[in-house]
């Protein structure tokens, strides 16, 4: 799939790690249901193709938009799968509800794009995006009681980027003209036009969700794997070992 891309480039293909089967789970959004559906796949995978090393990736919006954020926030923590090693990226949404924790100001935006659906699996009454300061506070002060200490921690130590033989795995993509190791976390997590309409050669391929489309988009520079879990009920799974790739789906 992948390889076809570069066929006549005159490029080499493009490889994950030797002996590394790597597993790039797109966006979650609340949907603990698709997760459990998801991982179930990506076990049987793992079982059949016996890789001598396993790696899971998250790329990060856990939360929002979907009823049961909290739940798939403790799915992630408390239920590895057996035998993998695991990445868990940020995502914006979880960057903006951390600062929401910090400042009501980004309170409106963030309950506008899933905010209000992330309070309420959280037991904490939602308030409007047009609610006056007061009540925003008020859901802040709530949220900062009921976020468990050990979800907090987890959405904190959150990683910006994943490097893995010849990919890169971010949420949102990159910065063009900007070296790898020169990127921002604002980048890392929200940009979106100028890099998918990039045709630039990043270095790597980089694995990105954030930005939504129907089937997963494979470019030669990019593979996007987020295709609306929340409203879709498709969540994808990219599958790469060595130069071959596929996809699983719910």
Known sequence: MIARLFA??????PSGPAGTRLYAVGDIHGRVDLVRSLTTLVADDARRHRAPRNVVIFLGDY??????????IELLMHEPLAGFEHVHLRGNHEDVMLRFLDDIAVGPSWLAFGGRET??????????????????????????????????????????????GDYVFVHAGVRPGVPLDRQV?????????????????FGRIVVHGHSISPVPEVR????GIDTGAYRTNRLTCLVLDGTASSFLQT
Not at 66 to 71: I, K, M, P
Request: glycine share 6%.
């Open 63 to 72: 939360i929002d938009r979907g009823a049961q954020s909290r739940e798939v």
């Open 185 to 201: 976390p604002q980048d890392l997590m929200w940009i979106r036009d100028e890099f998918l309409f990039s045709g630039d050669d």
């Open 119 to 164: 309070l309420a699996s959280y037991g904490v009454e939602a308030p409007y995006p047009d609610a006056p300061p007061d009540e925003l506070d008020r859901a802040r002060r709530a949220l900062a009681r009921s976020l468990p200490p050990a979800h907090h921690d987890f959405l904190s130590r959150l990683v910006f980027r994943y490097d893995a």
């Open 220 to 223: 030669h520079n990019r593979i």
């Open 8 to 13: 006549g480039r005159g490029r080499p293909e």
